[in-house]
């Protein structure tokens, strides 16, 4: 007999052990992962995730969970609460950030800093509160942040920032103060670069028809877009040889559509390659030409904008590989030269992406 599933639910104390073991094995927990994997409801995983941080056994982010930052040398008892903190507040711990945070906690170790990290959203309508709460936290003398910079709540912030007298740096965000346009301290990915290079790359191949699908939610995307105009202008391609998509978020019901109209445009307009961004979208578009029939990259070459889990689809998908770690790490290091010298000049650090040639792109089947 099958034993009742109810029966075998993990205790807390199991449940708890699970959560901290998956922790350490992979750098990031998500609830609902981890709700999946024990067969218990989110609440339950949330609470499990409070208790383990009122211990200090990890820290709080949306949607789950990363290590509590580690003293420097191992071993030791962590840091004590009003230890000198550097704050961290990030939109999302889904692909892209956890990366770029554990960058930040290798080099807050190596100084012997304690790095409290905090989720927004992108949908947040005002990001000010939250920040806030993260100056005022003990021992942040410092903080590292990737808030939205568009229309007045990007210009609201950086005023903030400004009046807070808290030494800052922006994170894959770029803003300036009004009046007179003096740029805040950043760290980012060159991603118009890695447009550039990918573009370059399926030209090298004998494309000449090259669209481009972006992600709707994504401040990366408009970035993308002008280096992937850029290298069109610069490898003399019309306005009729490429299309420009946006897609919604994939959990969007009109997702499907979407993708199903991209392979129907890159079919009728004979595009014989595409950059999409991100992974989840580059995997729907491959999956959906390959349901119809289409050689990837035979038909059509893909080449996707993020390199998360690009190498895991069958075919393994080319793609930019933003430079997640080192984008952390020179945050940090940004931070720490303003807290030990606070008349420097600013600083805005770009660092450049990386190509990574996989199966799903290949030369121009001959027609």
Not at 148 to 166: I, K, M, Y
Not at 297 to 313: H, I, K, M, Q, R
């Amino acid at each position: 007999m099958t034993p009742d599933p109810e029966l075998r639910a993990p205790l807390p104390a199991e449940r708890r052990a699970a959560l901290l073991a998956a922790l350490d094995r992979d750098g990031v927990v998500r609830v609902t992962d981890v709700s999946r994997a024990l067969g218990v409801t989110a609440v339950t995983v949330r609470r499990d995730i409070t208790q383990l941080e009122r211990e200090g056994r990890l820290v709080r982010v949306h949607g789950g969970a990363v290590p509590a930052a580690a003293p420097a040398g191992g071993g030791a008892p962590a840091p004590s609460p009003t230890s000198q903190a550097v704050g961290v507040l990030v939109p999302s711990l889904d692909y892209y950030w956890p990366g770029v945070v554990r960058g930040m906690e290798a080099v807050a170790r190596e100084h012997g800093l304690r790095v409290v990290l905090r989720g927004s959203s992108y949908d947040a309508p005002d990001e000010r509160p939250a920040l806030q709460r993260l100056a005022e936290a003990d021992g942040v003398s410092g903080l590292i942040l990737a808030p939205r910079t568009d229309g007045t709540r990007g210009a609201d912030v950086a005023q903030w920032l400004r009046d807070s007298g808290l030494p800052h740096v922006l994170v894959e965000r770029e803003a300036a103060l009004a009046p007179h346009r003096e740029a805040l301290e950043s760290v980012v990915s060159d991603h118009a670069l890695g447009a550039l290079m990918a573009v370059h790359h399926l030209a090298d191949l004998g494309h000449r028809r090259v669209g481009l699908v972006l992600s709707r939610e994504s401040p990366t995307s408009r970035k993308i877009a002008a280096g992937w105009r850029a290298a069109c202008a610069e490898l003399g391609l019309s306005t009729e040889e490429h299309f420009e998509r946006l897609a919604p978020d994939r959990r969007n019901p009109e997702f499907p559509g979407v993708v199903t109209e991209v392979v129907d445009t890159a079919v009728a307009s004979g595009t014989t390659a595409l950059l999409v961004h991100s992974d989840p979208e580059a995997s729907a578009v491959v999956q959906e030409a390959m349901d119809r029939g289409l050689g990837v990259p035979g038909d059509l070459s893909v080449l996707s904008y993020d390199d998360e889990v690009a190498g895991l689809f069958s075919p393994a998908l080319t793609a930019v590989r933003p430079p997640r770690a080192a984008v952390g790490h020179a945050a940090v290091d940004l931070l720490l030269k303003r807290l030990a010298d606070p008349e420097r000049p600013v600083h805005r650090v770009a660092i450049s992406p990386r190509l990574v040639v996989r199966e799903s792109t290949g030369p121009v089947r001959p027609g």
